[in-house]
Structures are given as C-alpha cells and as structure tokens.
C-alpha cells in the first residue's frame, strides 16, 4: 500500500504548520475521508468562508429551488436543474468516496435525478424555505450529508480559492500558478497527482468524518447540550416522532416517516431547517464529547504506521469467490490490527469506556478504504438496501460483491441483527455473501455462543467474526 501523501510530507511542511492556520493536511494521493459539514459554514473561523462561502452556497440552494419550483410545467427549468447539480464534485478537493485514488466522482445521473425528485415533492408539499437541501439527509433515504458536500465545494469553489490562495501565503516554499475557478483568476499551488488542477485546502472547523449518518437519534444527542434548543424545538421531536414511531428502527422507513409528516404539514419542513441550523451552533461541543471525537485527527498515520510492516498482501479480485476473500482478508488485518497492534485502545475512551458503535464502522473503514481504493473496490459505507442501511458494501463491479455488517458486543439485539438483518440485507442486495463482525468490548455474555449456534444450525447465514476488542490497562496501571 502506498503511503498517504500529505499535502506537508510532500512538501516537506511541519503539519503544526496547518494547525496554526487551521486548515486540513490534506491526503493528495487518495480521496480523503471527511466532507463538509454544510451546518458549520455560519461558525467558520474564516471569514472568507463564513461570509462569502455562505452566501455562494446560499445563491447556489436558492437558484435550485427557483428552477425546481418551475419545473412541474417547464421542461427547460427541469433540465437546467439537472445541468447545476451534474457538475458537483469539484475534483481539486479529493472528498467523499471516490472509486480511483485522486479521480474525485461526480453525484451521477440516477442520484441526480432522485435527489431532485424528491426536493420537488416538498417544495410541492409547501415547503418554502430554500434551504431545505440542508436537511435532506433527514426525510430521503438515499441521501447522506456526502451529497450535500459535493454540492457545496462545488457553490463554494470561489470561496474555498479565495481560502487556499490567502493560506498558501502563510507557508513558507510553495510555489502557485494561475488558475481559473468559475471565471476568476486565483494563485493556487498546483496538484502532483492531477494534472492541470489545482489543491484547495480545507478550514478545519467545517468538516467531519466519514462515514457519518445523520438521523434523529443524532439529533436528539445534540439536542441536550442546549437547554434553549431544546425547549425551543423539544415539540418537534415530538411532532415527527408520531410518524417516526410507527417506523421503529429502520433508517429508510424514518425517514419516510419524517417526509409524511411534512407533506401533511410543511409548516414542520420549516421549522425543521430552523433547529438544524441552531444545532449547528452546539455541534463544536457535540464533536468534543469522547464519542464525538473525531476520528480522523486520532488516526492521522497510526493507521498507516501499522500497516505498514503489515505481511497482508492483496491481489485485485475478479470473481465472487475472490472478492470474498479479498473481503475476509480485509477483515483479517482489521482484527490482527486491534487484537496485537494495539488498535483496541482506539475503541475506549481513556476511561476505558466502549465508544459509539459508529466508532468501530469508521476504524473499519479508514482501515480498508486505501486498500480498496488500490485495487479499485467500491467500498459504499451506510449504504442504503431498501430495507435499511447496511454498514458496508464492498463490489468489484456487477453483481460481485459482499457486504459487512459490523456490531459491538454490548449491542442488546446482536443475535436478532445476525439472524433476522443482515440476511435481509442480502435479500435486498442480492447477494448471498456477507459477513458478521462482532467487536468484543465487553459485556458479550452468551450473545456470540448464540451467534455461532445459529450459524451451525444454518450455513447460508452470514460468515461470522470475532474481534477480541476489550480495554487493557497499560502494564504500569495493572
């Protein structure tokens, strides 16, 4: 695997250098895994960001809802509407899940289209607020914070010039060219991997991780760090979860649930784009907590370090036999690196509490995407069955591929999600390859002896795998 290179191991830059100015470091040679969190942009520390950025994308939402809003009987307006969000990634970022190592992908035509469909139908319903491409992510499925982050680099391609070319200023040796962004000339260093593009950077304060899910439960976690948020919006909750309620828990029927309750009363859409919007001003908190953490910042080149003496060699797989077990293999390394390379501490907070179960999917991630990305393996995370979203699927084209399903061993419903889940899961898919994996945190008690009962009693369930994760005191603490 090759190593990751950073924007300051490339350039010979002390990373303290983009902490100081409060940028990303950011990967050049493979996609980087966080996006833009559209709900910081008004808290930005930057200026340029904060201001301009805002209003560029402000226009952007706002020249979509117009077109949208004409489009029911205006075939032109429908086609530009297509045409504006076509253009969506801009590639000088590297963001999201990019298939090839630095290529960037746009949204694509089919989830254009269903994005746009579905904002129709709300702004149909009465919804009058243009922002309400913000909260998408909440009433479609299908629909992840991801999307919302290819269209903002793309509103915000001046701003985040402007940005880059003002930061560059305060790095010592690094030479710039001109470059063309949306008709206006900026100084920009050019990108070693991309021929003609240029490298934007980041400000800090505007991203989060990937894969990250937004859903009402996350919400709801936000909610409580604000006593004025929470009696201001504590009834909308109840308003939705009306509907929500009778979804129970699976993520695609929530969110249909949440757009019902819109339809029938658009007031509601309004009102919900007012309470992100404010949950944007506690989520700077929300991220601090030990299980909001960002993991990016705790994996900057552990990972890689790791893996780096790491004796796991992959050969890209052309059959559905060979995707398995470049899968397995995957899985394999993963749990060699938390049982002897010391990657369970990074499941623990450093009271030796188990994180979030998200934590463990996004270790997961961060520990196969580069891998994947070399031997050109999809690797979808959250993604979306029909019957709920899936952690992750792995697809080498076609119909080959696997999915992986990941829980911790204090999850109470681990034997349901083996048995009863994730072979819907498969059903939807259509595939009959998947795995299991258990991270064993503690609090396992006779789940995982259920688990392997249900598998010997049927074969055609998932592979299941476990992972010895459970907190170990440093020797001088025993």
């Not at 996006?35 to 930005?44: A, G, K, N, R």
């Not at 706002?62 to 253009?87: E, H, P, R, Y």
């Not at 949306?182 to 003609?196: I, R, V, W």
């Not at 004796?311 to 938390?338: H, R």
């Amino acid at each position: 695997m090759d190593a990751p290179a950073y924007f300051s191991s490339h350039f010979n830059i002390d990373p303290a250098v983009f902490a100081q100015i409060g940028c990303v470091d950011p990967i050049l040679n493979y996609d980087n895994s966080y996006f833009i969190d559209i709900t910081l942009l008004e808290s930005c520390e930057s200026e340029i960001i904060r201001k301009k950025g805002t209003v560029q994308l402000q226009h952007f939402f706002q020249v979509l809802f117009d077109l949208l809003s004409l489009s029911g009987s205006n075939k032109m307006a429908w086609n530009s509407a297509i045409k504006l969000l076509s253009k969506t990634e801009l590639r000088a970022l590297n963001l999201g899940y990019g298939l090839s190592s630095v290529s960037g992908q746009n949204m694509g035509d089919i989830k254009v289209e269903r994005f746009l469909v579905a904002c129709r139908e709300i702004i149909d319903a009465g919804v009058s607020n243009p922002a309400l491409f913000s909260v998408m992510p909440l009433i479609q499925p299908g629909i992840g914070p991801d999307t919302l982050s290819d269209i903002a680099s793309t509103a915000m391609a001046p701003a985040l010039s402007e940005y880059t070319q003002d930061a560059i200023l305060q790095i010592e040796g690094i030479k710039t060219a001109e470059f063309s962004i949306q008709g206006e000339k900026y100084n920009l260093p050019p990108h070693p991997f991309k021929a003609g593009e240029p490298i934007l950077l980041v400000p800090a304060d505007i991203v989060m991780d990937l894969p990250v899910s937004v859903d009402w439960d996350s919400l709801g976690e936000a909610m409580q760090y604000s006593a004025e948020i929470k009696e201001r919006f504590g009834y909308l909750f109840t308003e939705f979860f009306s509907e929500i309620n009778r979804a129970k828990s699976k993520a695609a029927e929530v969110k249909k649930a949440a757009k019902k309750a819109i339809h029938e009363n658009p007031l509601l859409g309004d009102e919900l784009i007012e309470f992100v919007k404010a949950i944007s001003s506690v989520s700077a908190k929300f991220r601090q907590t030990p299980d909001g953490e960002s993991l990016a910042e705790i994996l900057r080149e552990e990972l890689f370090l790791l893996n780096a003496g790491s004796e796991y060699t992959y050969t890209t797989p052309k059959s559905s036999e060979e995707l398995m077990a470049f899968v397995n293999k995957l899985i394999e390394e993963f749990k060699f690196l938390i049982e002897y390379k010391g990657s369970n501490k990074l499941l623990h907070n450093d009271l030796g509490k188990p994180r979030k179960e998200k934590f463990a999917q996004q270790l997961f991630y961060h520990s196969a995407f580069p891998v994947c990305q070399r031997h050109s393996i999809e690797l979808d995370p959250e993604h979306e069955t029909g019957v709920g979203p899936v952690d992750f699927k792995l697809s080498a084209g076609g119909n080959n591929k696997v999915i992986v399903e990941i829980k911790m061993s204090n999850n109470t419903r681990l034997a349901h999600g083996y048995e009863s889940q994730v072979p819907l899961y498969q059903k939807a898919s259509k595939t009959n390859q998947a795995f299991f994996v258990c991270i064993d945190v503690g609090s396992i008690g006779g789940k995982w002896k259920k688990v392997v009962d249900l598998k010997r009693r049927n074969d055609r369930l998932p592979q299941p795998v476990l992972i010895d994760a459970k907190w170990k005191p440093s020797a001088s603490k025993r």
